[in-house]
């Protein structure tokens, strides 16, 4: 039927719906059941009866648990957050600015910065240095140092790819734990089992954690895990093969890492803050016996 000149029609059933209060112009049927405003499936969230709004929700109003329970949560427990890969940007922003600095300055903040056991440098006056004599910032700073472009280039390559597939998975807080336990991992299996007097540098350690992170998510959603052998052994082959690789920091990163992600992921959900925390201590605790066992034989 055609509609008549000025007086325009609205379609069959959408009339007398109220708006949703945050999203006006979308109309739906559910109210909020303890303010009673009008929301949409978008903002509703489930309570103990009924729907809440986000903001009865958010003021911890009527739910019967923390405001913050309806979140969603990560395979680790860890909080979804709107940029999934924030923590992975400042990694690689904090790596780019360590090397401008190495730039800067040259080769002295190289020899103040890099993982080194025990050892008398030149470029310092002559001065002994080291892990040994009591520099254990070493074991972390040197997982930040780079000094040549292919070097940096490929590590912050493999960190985006790597990064982007686990730190959505564990969520911030615990990613980072994986990082920097990797990373601290890898140096101190290098300074346990290196010569005293060979430095090493570059976030290669902590890298290879995430790979082994990344072998135990696989595992732990049932997915093929023969890609991710297939990467695990073109890795270990390029460790092994290469020159002036560290091979000590590639494994004890890849150790740490798969270790500790075992403990995020498969922790029993009633006891997960405590066993996630306890696997997160067991990998500290053990690279610092790892560098106190060191550091008693060199001194």
Request: glycine share 12%; net charge positive.
């Amino acid at each position: 039927m055609d509609q008549a000149p000025g007086s325009p029609q609205e379609p069959q059933g959408t009339q007398g719906l109220p708006s949703c209060y945050l999203h006006p112009g979308r109309e739906t049927g559910i109210s909020c059941t303890r303010c009673e405003r009008p929301i949409c499936p978008e903002c509703m969230v489930s309570a103990s009866v009924g729907f809440q709004c986000p903001e009865c929700v958010r003021t911890g109003s009527g739910t019967g648990h923390a405001p913050t329970a309806n979140r969603p949560r990560t395979l680790a427990g860890g909080t979804v957050e709107a940029d999934p890969f924030l923590i992975t940007k400042i990694l690689i922003a904090v790596n780019i600015a360590v090397y401008g600095v190495v730039l800067a300055l040259g080769d002295r903040f190289v020899a103040e910065m890099e993982l080194i056991g025990l050892a008398r440098n030149p470029q310092l006056g002559g001065e002994i240095v080291g892990v040994a004599d009591g520099e254990w910032y070493r074991l972390i700073t040197a997982t930040f140092l780079h000094q040549q472009v292919p070097h940096i280039l490929f590590n912050l390559l493999s960190l985006w790819f790597l990064g982007r597939l686990v730190e959505p998975a564990l969520g911030r807080t615990r990613y980072l734990a994986v990082y920097l336990l990797s990373g601290l991992g890898g140096s101190a299996l290098a300074y346990l089992l290196t010569v005293p007097y060979q430095p090493s540098l570059g976030a290669s350690g902590a890298i290879y954690g995430l790979m082994g992170a990344f072998a135990v998510l696989v595992r732990r959603t049932n997915l093929d895990m023969r890609p991710v052998i297939a990467l695990l052994a073109l890795s270990l082959l390029f460790t092994f093969t290469w020159s002036n690789i560290s091979w000590q920091g590639h494994i004890g990163g890849l150790v740490a890492g798969g270790l500790i992600t075992l403990g995020l992921v498969y922790a029993p959900r009633q006891h997960r803050t405590l066993v996630q925390v306890g696997t997160c201590a067991l990998v500290f605790l053990l690279a610092v016996a790892a560098v106190l066992a060191r550091t008693a034989s060199l001194t």
